[in-house]
């Protein structure tokens, strides 16, 4: 082992141990002691402490990327609650034969944006929906449980506690689970799902399997799998039109920018859907953020009187 | 201990002079500190006023400038942070392939979930100086890999 990889062990042996919620006092005096003895360690631990904080969560972005949703099981989740929907509107249908009039209100309603900064919508309970750009979202209140289906795009949501009748959030394969809260939901591409929680609680299931996100955590769903990430404070400032890429596929940014443009954007070429792209873009100026993918990333960007299309 | 929290603000990507006011308002405050009882180490307690700091900086709540406006006119990406920010990918990538999967489940839910050594020992069947090791070296794995892309974007201003 040569001295730099001494240090460097000895700089990560460190990091670990300083980066424990109790340490023995015995364990800070030998830090106090390694660190001062030479400034190669110092050094050392300033890189290793940099690596720890901000490259290991790197590391997690890019590990997540090769993921692609297995198809067949976002279908599979789609037809049980598209059964589950049926059933419950044929029953709604049978008792509005039976003669009651306040049963409408039980049907699903769809509530749905255009391209642009999206829309509030204030439901019957208090709570609210904040919808963002060309999403949509199906809403049924029943006595029993409130649900709402997130069809397309992004919304975020405040809800109003109500024990008795639950609140849940489908999108896509993943199911939000909500107690009184507020959080966030983004369809992105490859049938993927992001949620951010900033208060209260939600679980998140996706088959049989689940994760309960506390405020200030988020998840993304793929496939089967929940994945922990990182929340960053732009999670929380998602209406401002900003989107920070951090290591995402180019398909997951045009999912973004299709909540703003009037055209539709297709990007067929799939080595050019999987590029991973690293920027911080104002999504909701597309024509200004293609201009700069092509710049950027040397990306083909052709514009015609209906649709956008992007290639490598 | 100047040097210490220099070269950690350094690395953190700002400049030598954030550094030095870093530095010195972290130094004040460790003496405050100090002057109530001991800490179990300096250097530990120095680096994390020094992050604290930063945090500020970052914020933009401390003497060092003005709030930072929530919608400044910054027409990112900057093509030259673009290739920087591609080249540091493509070497993470690369560290992936050299640390084995297990470590970097370790590390990853040590880092990220912020999950204590006993249960990420407890869930994935390892003993706690295992979980330990396997931090140290994904450390280690993911440092060299960092380094290997040289000074030659090390951001510094």
């Known amino acids: ?312 | 201990m100047r040097h210490a929290i220099v070269a950690y603000v350094v690395r953190k990507g700002h400049s030598r002079d954030a550094a030095e006011d870093v530095a010195q308002e972290s130094l004040t405050k460790l003496l405050r500190y100090a002057r109530q009882g001991r800490p179990a180490s300096l250097y530990g307690l120095a680096l994390k006023i020094a992050a604290n700091s930063l945090i500020d900086l970052i914020r933009g709540e401390t003497r060092f400038g003005a709030p930072v406006d929530d919608t400044f006119p910054c027409e990112a990406p900057l093509p030259d942070t673009v290739v920087a920010d591609r080249q540091q990918l493509r070497l993470l990538s690369v560290a992936l392939e050299h640390i084995p999967p297990l470590r970097r489940a370790v590390l990853v839910r040590r880092r990220v979930e912020n999950q204590s050594h006993a249960r990420i020992a407890a869930e994935m069947g390892l003993s706690v100086a295992a979980v330990e090791k396997h931090v140290v070296r994904g450390l280690c794995d993911l440092r060299k890999a960092m380094e290997d892309r040289g000074s030659r974007d090390r951001i510094t201003s």
């Open chain 1, 1 to 312: 082992m040569t001295r730099e990889d001494k240090i460097r062990n000895e700089a990560a042996f460190w990091v670990d141990r300083m980066n424990r919620p109790v340490f023995d006092p015995a364990d800070g005096a030998a830090f106090d002691r390694w660190m001062s003895s030479d400034a190669d360690h110092r050094e050392a631990f300033a890189a290793m402490a940099v690596a720890w904080e901000d490259g290991v969560p790197q590391l997690a972005e890019v590990e997540a990327q090769p993921f692609v949703a297995p198809e067949t099981l976002r279908q599979q989740g789609l037809h049980g609650r598209d059964w589950v929907t049926a059933a419950l509107s044929m029953a709604a249908v049978v008792v509005v034969a039976v003669g009651l009039g306040v049963v409408p209100r039980f049907l699903p309603h769809r509530y749905e944006s255009g391209p642009g900064p999206g829309s509030a919508i204030a439901l019957v309970d208090g709570s609210r929906i904040q919808l963002g750009g060309n999403s949509a979202v199906q809403v049924q209140y029943l006595p029993w449980r409130r649900s709402v289906e997130l069809t397309r795009g992004e919304a975020a949501f405040d809800v109003t506690h109500d024990e008795s009748r639950p609140f849940s959030v489908d999108a896509g394969a993943a199911r939000v689970v909500v107690l009184g809260t507020a959080f966030h939901i983004d369809r992105l591409a490859g049938g993927a799902v992001g949620v951010q929680v900033s208060r209260g609680a939600v679980q998140v299931n996706v088959g049989a399997r689940g994760d309960r996100l506390a405020a200030g955590q988020a998840a993304r769903v793929s496939g089967n799998a929940i994945r922990r990430v990182a929340m960053q404070e732009e999670d929380r400032a998602w209406q401002s039109g900003w989107f920070v890429a951090r290591n995402v596929p180019l398909s997951d940014v045009v999912e973004k920018l299709r909540r703003y443009s009037n055209k539709a954007i297709r990007l067929d070429d799939q080595a050019a859907a999987d590029r991973l792209i690293i920027g911080r873009f104002k999504v909701s100026e597309p024509k200004t953020v293609l201009e700069a993918m092509k710049t950027s990333y040397g990306l083909h960007v052709v514009e015609t009187d209906d649709h956008i299309s992007i290639s490598q």
